[in-house]
């Protein structure tokens, strides 16, 4: 039985006009006075702040540090220039072939279908991405679709952003059937982090296309922490899984929110819970104004050496970084005490 809640009620689109767009709005939600939140003028003004209200719900009132809080709050130590945190720091304007598509490993191709997320995450490494608000026209589409057939090794595309799912699903319906008529393709993957903070985005119009199509479709959701899984989220997957397809998570090591042995066990535990697999656990990009939520890679490797004591090997994510010019993901093996 697929259990749909009501969807007048829980509308994603509805949630998306809703979101929390002012400082002083957030801390009122959070019964926190401005007083104890940082000043935040200049980095509202770089990279405003946007965070829908079912993700602010799971966030602790009264709580300056809380995990998700922090996540989502402007500080206006992000304007502080560090020493090698850049604003392109994965050279993916390097590897733009064409607009939209990033090709840089073998056999996937990434596709920018969108530069807007339903919620704006202070350390994103697409912060400073040059991707307008626009959309992909049909056009450019069509063109990603050529790309495809003339390089005949691509069997999986990754539909990236900015969210993939802030698209409507008539248009996702619509890419997907472009691409089902491409023979090599395989999979059809998903990179989005809306499921968790509206997880009412998983409907029933989505999972619709996503029973329909012959293609293995694989969603990799983004959660960095425990308490950004609920029932709903879990409710969200079981449809997703019994639609047939496969539910993974990506997260990234974040000084203050999930830098700590016990974050990561419950992370991890807690997307076992919902349905979801880790995936990947990445280290920061050198994101121009992520500086502070930065820890060094041997520390990472301590800290998911600890984890592994800890978990089944298939509840640990792969560390892992990703380092321009290189073919894949490099990784990097958890340091397990002697
Ligand atoms: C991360 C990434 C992928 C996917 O890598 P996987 O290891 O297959 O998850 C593909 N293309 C680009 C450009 C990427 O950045
Ligand atoms: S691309 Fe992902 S990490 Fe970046 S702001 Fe959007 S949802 Fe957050």
């Known amino acids: 039985m697929i259990k749909i809640e009501n969807q007048a009620a829980t509308d994603w689109r509805h949630e998306l006009t809703q979101a929390i767009r002012t400082l002083p709005e957030l801390a009122a939600q959070l019964a926190l006075s401005p007083a104890q939140l940082p000043a935040a003028e200049q980095a509202t003004a770089a990279f ?35 020493a090698g945190y850049t604003t392109d720091p994965l050279d993916e304007g390097e590897h733009n072939p064409q607009k939209g598509l990033v090709h840089k490993y073998e056999r996937r191709v990434l596709v920018i279908t969108t530069g807007t997320c339903a919620v704006n995450c202070r350390y994103c490494f697409r912060r400073h991405f040059p991707y307008g608000d626009n959309q992909l026209a049909q056009k450019e589409w069509d063109s990603v679709v050529a790309y495809i057939q ?59 296309w996503v029973r329909q199509t012959r293609l293995d479709v694989v969603f990799v959701y983004h959660a960095n922490h425990a308490n950004e899984i609920d029932d709903d989220i879990a409710t969200g997957v079981a449809n997703l899984k019994q639609a047939g397809a496969t539910v993974l998570n990506q997260g990234v090591i974040l000084k203050g929110v999930n830098d700590s042995v016990t974050a990561q066990v419950e992370l991890s535990e807690a997307l076992f819970a919902a349905g979801i697999l880790p995936y990947y656990m990445f280290t920061l990009d050198p994101i121009e104004g992520g500086a502070h939520f930065d820890i060094p890679i041997s520390e990472a490797q301590q800290l998911m050496g600890k984890v592994a004591e800890k978990l089944p090997g298939y509840l640990v994510p792969r560390l892992a970084k990703e380092i321009p010019g290189r073919p894949a993901k490099t990784l990097f093996s958890p340091k397990l005490s002697d």
Not at 197 to 205: A, F, L, N, Q
């Open 48 to 82: 405003r702040l946007l965070v829908p209200r079912p993700f602010v719900a799971r966030m602790q009132p009264g709580d300056p540090n809380d995990p998700l809080l922090r996540q989502v709050l402007a500080d206006d130590i992000e304007m502080q220039p560090t």
């Open 150 to 208: 003339n390089h005949p090794e691509v069997n999986e595309v990754i539909l990236s952003g900015g969210d993939p799912l802030m698209l409507k699903d008539s248009q996702l319906r619509q890419h997907v059937a472009a691409m089902e008529q491409l023979p090599q393709l395989k999979r059809l993957r998903i990179h989005s982090r809306l499921p968790v903070v509206i997880p009412s985005r998983i409907d029933r119009e989505l999972l619709d």
